[in-house]
């Protein structure tokens, strides 16, 4: 297993994640709530004047139909939004390098992807967004799709803080207030904390640089439509190519870097994401990286306890997420650092671990743990390429998004998918102790199995009905860049990334087609609105029902036991729909490739 | 009703419930639980698949397909014949209980007077607010109500207690139900219940049909069920595509046959909570029947396991019916053994039950025996309402005991003296929640007798149990509260509510519903009738009135209030073996998972022969073997099922842990050592 020493960078994160967790939730809690502070009196003004400019009155409860109309038809227009500037592009200012509009299907793709928090990049943004296209569609989006997922997760917290009461909250104030008092002033003090470490922020063309040398390369070859071509032995092709110019991209880079991880998006203003040096330049702004995409997903849990009264709720729920990630993440670690079988015969120190892919700057463990928090959070930026990752450190992440982005998981997404596998947890053990299951006072009856067993259906049946059609049409095979158990796994990944509403890729795949751009959006998109429907149904049931006073017969929800049920119920529950998809690809190829060496 | 009890397997219901087994693959019966449908279908593909094997199609050898096809027959058959068990012994129930509708002919009158004419009319043709005669021997004919008269009832049919009981016009006691047996005099009936419609009908129609309605728990429970069906019908469905790609990829082995896929399908489905869902639920009513409790539904049986709050009389249910003698407290200057003889002495004609009790602690205490009343030459001065005492007069003794203000005022007119010392105990008595009793002879206060309720024995801890349980009680009484609050200390309940009237009990238990929490209680008299409307779980007393009756959710046979506790413990029994059968069921998935996974892609990929953890002798033989398993679990299980698993009042930390462990964690490890042993006999009989 690991050194002590390979695990403290994991120890030293997790306390850097859990220590601000319960102030920043309780602050959330308050904002969110509208309880007085005296911190916000002047933007408090400008939340009132907001309101009055756009005609909405916060303190009007919504059911839960008219708050999921809501924010469906809020995300609906971002869509829209965003793929009519996505498309405007070339009559739209700030494009210094000129770009052409992107295809129809791939703004279509990242409209959708970049609206349900998914963020998955079938293009490079340096070589095919403006920067107008970068701050006003993607940016935006990262901002308010972040807010949706807040928004959602406290509708639901309500739906389990109130008595007998048939309304969740307002969603425009809810959007509202998770934007302004929350992701605006954290993104703005990460920025300018990215601005000190050297990540750009500029609105330049791109230089020209001479190098000192001239770089050859191999170059994967492509035929015209952008498809790599394989060779009759399987093998992808590959061109020679050499260079002594090297263009550098440029940008507002640091504004939307922080936004990036502060709101679980993942989407990189380049197309390596955070393995670029001018999106993440050192070790520190690595942590902070890791440390910014946790930090909201993690103060949600103290926002929970708060909200529903009782703080050891909150953390139990808490534990659990730190017991499943510290558990994966110190198997991703393990497993990377034991170096490729295959690359021993050339005379390759195994134990230097699996270099392939990975940033020197950062190293194994530091890649490993990115690759962990990336997944086990939707977020999906990347430090590393997770293809080249072993097969098991490469299912680690697999494992984390498969798990349903419950595991700290998206901003808000994560707090609700957790609540929606502590309903399903509570009921079956709750009938255990013979009496109607109940989560917090509140019994969980069939409306709320339907609606649980409707949010818990939807991704899986959006990973494997996509996966299973990619598989089974030319268009979907076409993508592959590895032969053998290797290539499944690949398109296993792209779907259950978009699913899962994740985003990082693993590579290899050629995403960037008509087939994926499209079947990868529509997965995105039900992965996404079709959990929160049940969800936002579920918080409404909840909070029509009285609140039922604790006693001894009724089940304690915030001790160890509960942390176990929870945790086994996510993995059971979460895994055991993707038992035979990981045996036909991670667990295949790493028994193939140390069973080989 | 006969109280023969059945066995839980009582080979007399074996043959019907196999035939039953079979009349059930009906699909309009199948389609009743989506999950066995799934495994239906499944036999119906597997046995084409092997037809087309026969005539040289498909991949798998014909042998391998017709033995999984047949263990998924069974696997359907099994849980039919789980069901029909359960329905066998409801139905075995539900037979003595109709036995019990005899045809018998009723004395119709024509006005409420039991001198005028009566015809005879058939009893099924009586209709609601018709009057009947019964007279001794005469059976009654339907529910109603007595009006007139007053006689002894053999209710034994219905409670199977053979002692008779007192039926009269008026009060408490004036329901009578059809099929019981007038023993002695007469009563006028008034019927109460249409043809189809009486207690007896409704018993009969509940035990049917307990299967028919299914309960809230049992339908939330269910959607979960399908909703991971169809979870595991996507994975299974996906493997097909997933595997034809492998295939292409690794350019070995061959597609997964959809026979592998479809045995997939079945052992991750959760089939063994499925096949035993409704048998449990009946059982839950058997197990009440048994019981001597009638539940109107199965939703007040599970209702009963929610329960937060239990409303108990304090009379008959917490305390004895009466009163008894606890204590002698002399007057100064009297001895207590003097007290107690003129106490006893007073009390023997007495047959009160306070009297008695009197008698019987004089004995106990100071060993005076019982006199021969024919011995003393005594004339015994009964109680009246007027005087307020009684006594006896024994040559020139004139013995009187009784309450205090009367005794004083009998020997205050004798120019007695009542000393102060005496009314300061009867003053503290009261205080404590007893009666105090002053005896007298002649002009001279002996002192008084305490009277008190007395707890039932054993109640303590029932409700110190039910505390465990998570289940507050609350006695009713309509004692003041200073006598309540001293009985309630006595008895240990958590609350009671004194001086209770009707508006009383009803805003109590609102008061306790608007904060979510679920009421039972269980009355018989027509004032409780309102307060049973209200309660979530309402126990009628069988010796209660008619209205008590219609206003609860179940009937007690035995009017026994105490069965409240009972009731609940089904309740939770009927849940928790629904949640344990759950959790046993999808922990099983882990271990089927290793078995067919490696066999089903082991030509793709050699290298998954790795997860082969039990060492199964061969693919085919791994895929039978889970199959097998996943049958035979059902038939294993159904003594679990129709029992319940036993529930223990722990408190619910305690409790999940425990059902966690056996269930959840054995649900885990059972399936490994279960399919290795089915695989190890397959090669014993080389069929691996």
Redesign the interface.
């Known amino acids: 297993m690991n050194s002590p020493a390979d695990l403290l960078l994991l120890a030293l994160f997790m306390a850097a994640v859990l220590l601000p967790a319960g102030p920043l939730g309780r602050y959330i809690a308050d904002v969110m709530e509208n309880r007085p502070l005296a911190l916000l009196t002047w933007p408090r003004r400008l939340e009132v004047h907001l309101y009055r400019l756009c005609g909405i009155r916060p303190e009007a409860g919504m059911r839960w139909t008219e708050y999921a109309l809501a924010i469906l038809l809020f995300n609906l227009l971002g869509a829209l939004a965003t793929y009519a500037i996505l498309r405007l592009q070339p009559w739209l200012p700030l494009n210094p390098q000129g770009f052409a509009a992107p295809s129809a299907d791939s703004a279509f793709n990242t409209a959708l992807s970049f609206v349900t928090n998914t963020d998955w990049q079938g293009y490079a943004g340096e070589t095919a967004m403006s920067q107008f296209s970068q701050m006003a569609a993607l940016a935006v989006q990262n901002f308010l799709s972040a807010a949706t997922g807040i928004a959602v997760a406290f509708a639901l917290m309500r739906g389990f803080a109130r008595?007998a009461l048939d309304q969740i909250g307002n969603a425009w104030a809810d959007l509202t207030r998770a934007t302004l008092y929350l992701l605006l002033p954290l993104s703005l003090v990460l920025a300018v904390f990215f601005v000190s470490q050297g990540v750009i922020q500029n609105l330049s063309a791109y230089p020209d640089a001479h190098t000192l040398e001239t770089t050859r390369y191999e170059q994967a070859a492509s035929d015209s439509t952008g498809r790599p071509q394989i060779a009759p032995d399987g093998k992808p092709l590959s061109v020679a190519g050499s260079t002594a110019l090297q263009t550098l991209p440029m940008g507002p880079v640091a504004s939307q870097e922080a936004i990036k991880l502060l709101g679980t998006n993942g989407g990189g203003y380049f197309n390596a994401n955070s393995a670029h040096p001018f999106e993440n330049p050192s070790a520190l702004t690595n942590f902070v990286q890791m440390v910014a995409i946790f930090l909201i997903p993690a103060a949600l849990c103290a926002s929970f306890g708060r909200v529903v009264g009782d703080p050891r709720q909150g953390r139990a729920l808490l534990w659990v997420m730190s017991l499943l990630f510290v558990l994966l993440a110190a198997a991703c670690i393990h497993y990377e650092l034991q170096g490729n079988p295959a690359l021993a015969p050339l005379g390759l120190d195994a134990a230097a671990g699996n270099l392939e892919g990975k940033e020197t700057r950062f190293g194994v463990i530091a890649s490993a743990l990115f690759a962990a928090v990336t997944t086990a959070a939707s977020c999906g930026a990347v430090n590393a390429m997770h293809d080249s990752f072993l097969p098991l450190g490469g299912g680690v992440p697999l494992v984390l998004m498969q798990l349903g982005e419950v595991v700290f998981g998206g901003v808000g997404s994560g707090l609700y998918g957790m609540l929606v596998f502590a309903v399903?947890g509570v009921?079956?053990?709750?009938?255990?102790?013979?009496?109607?299951p109940e989560y917090l006072?509140k019994k969980?009856?069939?409306f709320?199995?339907?609606m649980?067993?409707?949010a818990?259906?939807v991704t899986?049946?959006c990973v494997?009905?996509g996966?299973?059609?990619a598989?089974?049409l030319a268009a979907g095979?076409a993508g592959i860049a590895n032969?053998?158990?290797h290539?499944?796994a690949e398109i296993l990944y792209a779907f259950t990334s978009a699913g899962n509403n994740n985003g990082s890729a693993f590579a290899g795949l050629a995403a960037d087609t008509p087939f994926y751009n499209i079947a990868l959006g529509l997965a995105a998109w039900f992965g996404r609105f079709g959990v929160i429907v049940p969800v936002l149904a579920l918080a409404g049931s909840l909070a029509a029902?009285?609140?039922?006073?604790p006693?001894?017969?009724?089940?304690?929800t915030h001790?160890p036991?509960f942390v176990a049920?929870l945790a086994?119920t996510v993995l059971?529950?979460g895994l055991?729909?993707?038992?035979?998809?990981l045996?036909?690809g991670p667990?295949?190829e790493h028994?193939?490739l140390f069973?080989e060496h | 009703m006969t109280r023969k009890t059945l066995a839980l397997f009582d080979p007399a219901l074996f043959g019907p419930a196999l035939l039953a087994a079979l009349q059930k693959l009906d699909p309009r019966r199948q389609w009743q639980n989506p999950v066995m449908f799934v495994v239906y279908a499944g036999s119906f593909l597997t046995t084409l698949l092997w037809l087309q094997a026969c005539l040289g199609g498909g991949t798998d050898r014909p042998g391998f397909i017709l033995a999984v096809a047949l263990w998924l027959w069974f696997t359907v058959l099994f849980a039919n014949f789980a069901e029909a068990l359960a329905e066998g012994r409801s139905k075995a129930q539900a037979a003595a209980l109709r036995g019990m509708k005899k045809t018998v002919n009723a004395k119709k009158l024509a006005i409420p007077d039991a001198a005028s004419a009566w015809q005879s009319v058939p009893a099924h043709a009586l209709a609601r607010d018709d009057l009947v005669l019964v007279e001794a021997g005469d059976f009654v004919p339907a529910d109603g109500e007595v009006i007139q008269g007053v006689a002894s009832v053999d209710e034994s049919a219905i409670t199977g207690e053979s002692a008779p009981v007192i039926r009269e016009s008026g009060g408490d006691f004036s329901a009578v139900t059809g099929g019981t047996r007038v023993l002695s005099d007469w009563i006028v009936v008034r019927v109460t219940a249409n043809p189809g419609e009486t207690f007896l009908d409704r018993m009969i129609a509940m035990v049917e049909g307990a299967k028919r309605n299914k309960t809230?728990?049992e339908?939330?429970?269910t959607?979960?069920l399908?909703?991971l069906t169809?979870?595991?019908l996507?994975?299974?469905?996906?493997?097909?595509?997933?595997?034809?790609?492998?295939v292409a990829?690794?350019g070995a082995g061959s597609t997964v046959s959809p026979t592998v896929l479809i045995a997939?399908l079945v052992c991750?489905i959760p089939t063994t909570i499925a096949g035993l869902l409704s048998a449990i639920g009946v059982a839950g009513m058997s197990r009440m029947m048994q019981a001597n409790v009638i539940a109107v539904s199965g939703r007040a049986v599970?209702a009963a396991?929610?329960v937060?709050v239990l409303l108990l009389d304090k009379t008959g249910t917490i305390t004895l019916g009466n009163r008894q003698a606890s204590a002698f407290i002399p007057a100064p200057g009297v001895s207590e053994a003097a007290l107690a003889d003129a106490a006893q002495l007073a009390s023997l004609a007495d047959e009160t039950p306070e009297g008695r009790s009197i008698v019987v602690l004089a004995k106990t205490r100071y060993h005076l025996r019982e006199r021969q009343l024919h011995r003393i030459e005594a004339s015994f001065v009964h109680f009246s309402a007027h005087t307020r005492m009684s006594g006896v007069d024994m040559g020139t003794r004139t013995i009187r005991k009784g309450a205090a203000d009367a005794v004083r005022a009998l020997v205050e007119a004798q120019g007695g003296h009542f000393p102060a010392a005496v009314a300061q105990v009867v003053s503290d008595v009261s205080r404590r929640g007893g009666t105090p009793l002053v005896v007298a002879d002649g002009k001279q206060v002996l002192g008084s007798i305490e009277l008190k309720d007395v707890v039932k024995g054993g109640i303590r801890e029932r409700f110190a149990e039910l505390?465990?349980?998570?289940?507050?009680t609350v006695m009713i009484t309509g004692d003041n509260r200073l006598t309540a609050a001293a009985i309630a200390a006595e008895a240990g309940v958590d609350d009671f509510l004194a001086e209770a009237t009707p508006e009383a009990k009803l805003k109590l238990i609102r008061d306790h519903q608007?904060?979510?929490?679920m009421v039972a209680m269980c009355g018989d008299g027509t004032n409780d009738a309102p307060a049973l409307a209200q309660a979530d779980v309402a126990v009628a007393m069988n010796s209660g009135t008619q209205a008590a009756k219609e206003a609860g959710n179940m009937v007690d046979l035995d009017s026994n209030p105490t069965k409240l506790i009972e009731i609940v413990e089904t309740?939770?029994?009927m849940?928790?073996t629904?949640?344990?059968l759950?959790?046993f069921s999808?922990?099983n998935?882990?271990a089927k998972?290793f078995a067919i996974?490696?066999a089903?892609?082991v030509s793709?990929?050699p290298?998954?022969g790795?997860?082969n953890l039990m060492g199964l002798a061969s693919p085919n033989s791994a895929i039978l073997s889970a199959v097998i398993f996943n049958a035979l679990i059902i038939v294993c299980l159904i003594p679990l099922a129709l029992r319940g698993v036993q529930?223990r009042p722990l408190?619910?930390?305690l409790?999940?842990?425990r059902?966690?462990l056996i269930?959840?964690l054995g649900g885990m490890l059972v399936p490994f050592a279960g399919i290795k042993c089915i695989d190890l006999l397959l090669q014993l009989a080389g069929w691996a």
Request: charged share 15%; hydrophobic share 50%.
């Open positions: 008595h399903l009921f079956i053990a709750g009938l255990m102790i013979g009496r109607t006072g969980i009856e069939s709320e199995m339907k649980c067993s409707l818990i259906l899986p049946l494997l009905a996966a299973a059609l598989m089974s095979r032969p053998g158990a290539g499944y029902k009285k609140r039922i006073p006693g001894a017969g009724t089940m304690p001790g036991l049920l086994a059971l529950v055991l729909n993707y038992v035979p998809a045996a036909l667990i295949a028994l193939a069973a | 809230p728990n339908i939330a429970l959607i979960f399908v909703a169809l979870v595991f996507a994975v299974t469905a996906s493997l097909l595509p997933f595997s034809r790609f492998s990829q690794a997939l991750l599970e396991g929610d937060d505390r465990r349980m998570g289940i507050r608007a904060q979510g929490r309740g939770k029994q849940l928790m629904r949640g344990a759950t959790t999808i922990a998935d882990i998972y996974i490696p089903a892609f793709t990929y290298q998954l790795r997860l529930y408190g619910a930390a409790l999940l842990r059902n966690l269930y959840g």
